[in-house]
């Protein structure tokens, strides 16, 4: 093991099968424990996706204000009032009823139940953007390091809010990757967010899958899946809206959810009584951090 990596025996990341799955076939669950994340096509409604989009459209008219990033809009350095670029809208679900609404009672709900059980705790979520013909890379990360838990249950349901073909900055996943090693994501005292170029050497990033779809199709990763994307080579926006959740008996080290008024918020299920432990290390994040944009880009 190298200075800056993190093994450990892999543990089962899903709940043990239920009676009956709410959403999920149990191949799409038995994909997920195989390969650390599963894409569905279309699974989100027309009716939802109308009002997600007129909401998000209400933010971007918002930005049009603005001149530089702040706390809740992280803006493209060509970002003007005459043509918004963000990257992304942080904590939807504070600012809007129809985004909490929608992450804490559609059916995205239901497949991380059969994921993973019954008690749910919503962490927090984001909104990022992929302007056309730019957006920010996402270089290679596991998400865990950035709000560790005590054990790995935790995981993300993404939301394609438009269609999205190949070379549009789609999410790369590595299957199996979340059974491997949990990366240093420290360059020395800084934090980068992101894997070193010498660890990365260790993932095999050729094999990773770019899930496409109609908007309406989700992804679901786990905390420690590889991922990342490129720019958005296309001439459309490409929009994905990104919501985590952990079991109620994982914990987070850090009080990066204090920033969210509704994070940690128990939204199915029975509050835990005993917190569960995973015997492999997580490395701890700093507690404050601005965007993995800002991060990575080296901007704080």
């Known amino acids: 093991m190298t200075s800056r990596q993190i093994s450990g025996e892999a543990q089962d990341i899903t709940a043990p099968m239920p009676a009956s799955l709410r959403v999920l076939t149990p191949s799409q669950r038995a994909d997920y424990g195989r390969d650390g994340f599963i894409a569905i096509r279309g699974l989100v409604a027309t009716a939802w996706l109308e009002r997600l989009v007129a909401v998000t ?3 971007v008219e918002k930005s049009r204000a603005l001149t530089e990033s702040n706390p809740l809009f ?4 060509d970002h003007t009032a005459e043509s918004p670029r963000l990257r992304r809208l942080v904590s939807p679900a504070d600012l809007h009823e129809t985004f909490w609404e929608f992450v804490s009672q559609s059916v995205i709900v239901d497949v991380v139940e059969d994921l993973i059980g019954p008690d749910i705790k919503y962490h927090h979520g984001k909104l990022n ?18 709000w ?10 993404g939301v394609f809010l438009d269609d ?16 491997d090693d949990l990366f240093d994501q420290y360059s020395g005292d800084a934090w980068v967010g992101c894997i070193a170029a010498s660890d990365l050497a260790r993932v095999d990033v050729a094999q990773a899958a770019y899930p496409t779809g109609p908007a309406g199709t989700i992804t679901v990763h786990n ?8 720019p958005n080579r296309s ?20 009080d990066i959810v204090k920033q969210s008024p509704r994070g940690d918020t128990l939204i199915r299920g029975e ?22 944009f800002e991060v990575q880009q080296r901007e704080v």
């Open 57 to 59: 459209e209400e933010f």
């Open 235 to 254: 001439n459309r926006q490409r929009r994905l809206l990104l919501q985590t959740y952990a079991p109620a008996d994982a914990f987070a080290y850090t």
């Open 129 to 146: 953007f992929k302007a056309p013909r730019g957006g920010e890379e996402v270089k290679w990360h596991q998400d865990i390091q950035f």
């Open 164 to 179: 999205v073909e190949p070379n549009m900055g789609n999410v790369g996943f590595v299957p199996g990757s979340h059974e």
């Open 74 to 77: 992280d803006l493209e350095p």
């Open 148 to 157: 560790p838990h005590t054990n790995y249950g935790p995981l993300t349901v």
């Open 271 to 292: 509050p835990a009584r005993w917190a569960r432990h995973d015997p492999r290390p997580c490395q701890v994040g700093p507690s404050r951090v601005r965007t993995i």
């Open 223 to 230: 905390c420690r899946v590889v991922h990342g994307s490129a």
